[in-house]
């Protein structure tokens, strides 16, 4: 591909189209710089609503969107499919999939990925739910399973395929287990005479002492009691030591027989190679000064989940959260604008907007600044907000009228296997490289 | 699996879950039968709007719907996701990929595939498009196709990418032809401002001199003018010679350098292994009678595409269409409760309620029995079928929504990579096997 820049502008690439590129390119629209996003989809995923994809309440095709109709009317805006590899900063250029890429500044928004502590075995085995494709592995994978269930004779060959255990109870496990209750509670016996619902056991495991350890206690009380009385088994305090596809163990010996293990216990930054060590902080990311500079370099940012901003009033950083994102995405784009005009830049300051979890139809935990509420209306807010955060009217309006459908129905979603899910897939995780032949 | 019927009922096994199948066990609902239906895929295909999701304007998810939920409330339905090889008619049973099944009744409702006439080279190197998980290959080559167009340098280099060449000119290629010109003229500038619209060419060839040969002159005359207009090459009285994944050779020696080559110039039926050959017809169809019993076979039967009843008013048998499938199954459903209950059998009689095929935006054409017309009219009452015959309330309610804001837009869909397109990929058309481990 061309590697120079053929207009006089100065060349803002930036890598991922993540909640934090989106708004670091949108801040640069219509500014004398041209903008170059790189990602390896050609699509924006809309995180938080992941785990409906994965339990087939939504179409995969409605929580992401494409990048490049995103900007269809950005002129200053170009777009490539590319895995980038390696960052040079001294001669201002990446590797990519698609060649060498020079810049005059550069974003790294390349988000985070599951952290599985170095435990191959569990990486190998456990399921994890960070892009679209991982959801999609996941639907095949429990749906596979129901059927397996269905064709097993006795209980005790049933229990592996229909025991669930998910992993870390922050939002995604806490849905998840959330979404999974429902299942079975309204939609297994009516898709699976066969099977029973007591067959169907979800767990929740996480080492800390509360759910949504991240939200208040309030919060935390509320949504262990929203799942217990859904039926999921929530096991605190409990760290897992081992899985092997089979069983997995917790520290004290507990055992469960489980093939659906599901881990959303950690997320690690994605950097790239060439990055100093030195400045890598805890949890892979990558540490800036307090306008998202990677520190040492003067024309580099890192936004969102693989940034570490550690200054005096933010010691170990952010949280890794969508909002933080945002708000540093389009800080950064101010900054290189200033810049680039000779403008001073303005300090990064996040402003907590608060949390939401939902749990499950009509019950949700809010902590909106000092206001706590839980339950009902706090399920309304959830889905408002999420709503309105979806790229694209057409996916708002679908997934509203999917949302409507599966409240009244008690039965909504597709729960169709398009692939079957095999576990040696090269395409696990299929990544577009595109290529000459 | 048991395979054994613990009920007092006999049991009708349904093998595919299409038009066909779908009808028949329809028409066993509330009847002192016990049903089994076996599929490879766990949901049904509405297989007029595959088209839409080759080109992303439609999500798989919205044509496609659960078996099992579909069938949620009929009580004598059983449902396994299983692929069906062979039947023993002397033993009354079938062999498949969870075991031999026995039945007291047999249907075989496993429709149609695509005939490449045993040319290997275009077999490996054309796109299908029968099923979802072909739609979806088919899509993320498209897509991946104009990646790496934006790639190359000269246009040279990036015709191949862009020329899509359609080999056959029936309802599927047409709708093809007609939403890749519309792709060109509405959106690939907007999505892809590095390309050309001039660069990006759309062939329709069929060795015929008309297009929708199996419709009216009128039809066919219209059809061929939409095409034309919106400028897509028509190639009529054109014959592929071979296909070798670069060019296409037609007889005569024209060639066009495509890497897009989607073949729907004929099907063939997807028959069972054990059935006698001497009642194998022209395009791989079962000999049946008049009630769509398989000759010789007094408990079997079969219905749809993968059938050929013939008889002296239809000595070439019925034409491959959703309408056959699903009279056949209906009828061959309550023709065998006339056998269960002792009554006579009644002969089957196909109502042709004619035929409508859609070009594009505002174009149709339409023959509904001696009544043909085309354009805006005929486009209305197109949607308006393909709505209504959808399965579901939500699915009917998305692609509603879906084909307004395409409408409005002109610029519908959402084109997602969301798998890597890779030829030799193993799970090209995935098929879920359910297995001991």
Same mark, same amino acid.
Request: glycine share 8%; charged share 25%; proline share 3%.
């Given at each position: ?15 991922g189209?993540g909640f934090g590129g ?25 995180q938080?609503?992941? %785990? ?19 900007? !269809? ?29 020079? %810049? !005059?500044?550069?974003?790294?928004a390349t988000g985070s990925t ?9 990486? %190998? ?5 960070k ?111 081992? %899985? ?23 997320v690690?930054g994605n ?6 060590? !030195? ?25 969102g989940d693989v ?18 994102a ?97 576990? !040696? ?13």
């Amino acid at each position: 591909m061309e590697t120079t820049n053929s207009s006089r502008f100065p060349l803002v690439v930036i890598v991922g189209g993540g909640f934090g590129g989106l708004e670091v390119a949108k801040a640069l629209a219509n500014e004398p710089v041209d903008v170059l996003m790189l990602d390896k989809h050609n699509y924006h995923t809309f995180q938080p609503l992941l %785990y409906q994809v994965a339990t087939g309440s939504l179409e995969a095709g409605s929580i992401a969107f494409s990048l490049r109709k995103n900007f !269809d009317n950005q002129k200053n805006f170009r777009f490539r499919v590319a895995e980038v590899t390696k960052i040079n900063p001294e001669k201002n250029s990446i590797d990519s999939s698609i060649g060498e890429i020079k %810049y !005059d500044y550069l974003v790294i928004a390349t988000g985070s990925t599951t952290n599985f502590f170095d435990n191959e075995s569990i990486e %190998y085995h456990a399921m994890p739910m960070k892009s679209v494709p991982e959801a999609l592995n996941l639907r095949y994978m429990i749906l596979q399973h129901l059927e397996e269930a269905v064709l097993k004779n006795t209980p005790d060959e049933r229990e592996p395929y229909l025991s669930f255990v998910l992993v870390g109870a922050g939002p995604t496990g806490v849905e998840l287990a959330g979404a999974l209750a429902e299942l079975r509670n309204n939609i297994l016996c009516k898709d699976y005479p066969e099977l029973k619902k007591e067959e169907m056991k979800v767990y929740l495991a996480d080492f800390m002492p509360r759910v949504l350890g991240a939200m208040s206690e309030e919060a935390s009380a509320a949504a262990k009691g929203f799942l217990t009385k859904m039926g999921v088994e929530v096991m605190l305090n409990a760290k897992v030591e081992n %899985y092997d596809g089979e069983v997995i163990t917790f520290e004290g010996g507990k055992t469960i027989r489980s093939k659906n293990v599901i881990w959303s216990a950690g997320v690690m930054g994605n950097i790239l190679e060439g990055i100093d060590k !030195d400045i890598i902080q805890r949890g892979n990311r990558i540490k800036t000064d307090s306008i998202c500079r990677v520190e040492g370099i003067s024309n580099v940012f890192a936004i969102g989940d693989v940034a570490a901003m550690i200054t005096k009033d933010t010691p170990k950083g952010h949280p890794g959260v969508a909002q933080v994102a945002i708000q540093m995405g389009k800080a950064t784009g101010e900054n290189i604008l200033h810049i680039i005009k000779g403008e001073a830049t303005k300090p990064f300051k996040y402003f907590d907007k608060g949390s939401l979890a939902t749990i499950g139809r009509n019950k949700a935990v809010a902590d909106l600044g000092k206001v706590k509420f839980q339950g009902f209306f706090a399920w309304v807010i959830w889905m408002f907000v999420h709503l309105i955060s979806l790229l694209g009217f057409r996916n708002k309006a679908i997934v509203f009228v999917s949302w409507v459908g599966n409240y009244l129905t008690y039965n909504g979603g597709s729960r169709l296997i398009i692939r079957k899910f095999v576990k !040696d897939d090269p395409l696990h995780e299929a990544e577009l490289v595109t290529h000459e032949d």
